[in-house]
């Protein structure tokens, strides 16, 4: 299997996106800020799944990756209720993204909990 069809993959993908799409509207004294933050930090769980899968065959480095991807999603989070508290994003917006963040984390630490289903071999 590719990484590519990995449902946490594909979901952190979209999110990273739609999160890209939102962040065009965010004041320019944010460039460097919120919006550069919350684009590296969601942008970055769906590379840390690509590169978990790929070391799946060292069960310590996947869940690590997979343990940095799970990370990343949170701090994803923090900067989404920076956005509202700031009110860059609507309530209803915040809301779906917000949910999408949720999802993506039960299922990164599904791999987590269930590295064997991802192709992950038992250490000996």
Not at 85 to 99: I, Q
Request: hydrophobic residues 35%; proline residues 3%; charged residues 35%.
């Amino acid at each position: 299997m590719d990484f590519k069809k990995l449902i946490a993959y594909k979901k952190s993908f979209d999110l990273g996106m739609a999160i890209y799409d939102f962040s065009k509207s965010f004041p320019k004294e944010e460039t460097y800020a919120l919006t550069d933050q919350i684009r590296r930090s969601s942008r970055s769980v769906s590379a840390n799944i690509a590169e978990s899968y790929r070391k799946r065959r060292y069960p310590r480095h996947f869940i690590s990756k997979l343990t940095d991807a799970d990370g990343e999603n949170s701090e994803t989070s923090v900067w989404l209720d920076y956005a509202l508290a700031c009110e860059y994003l609507k309530r209803e917006d915040f809301e779906k993204l917000e949910k999408e963040v949720i999802e993506i984390g039960k299922l990164i630490n599904y791999m987590i909990n269930n590295p064997d289903k991802f192709g992950v071999k038992p250490e000996e």
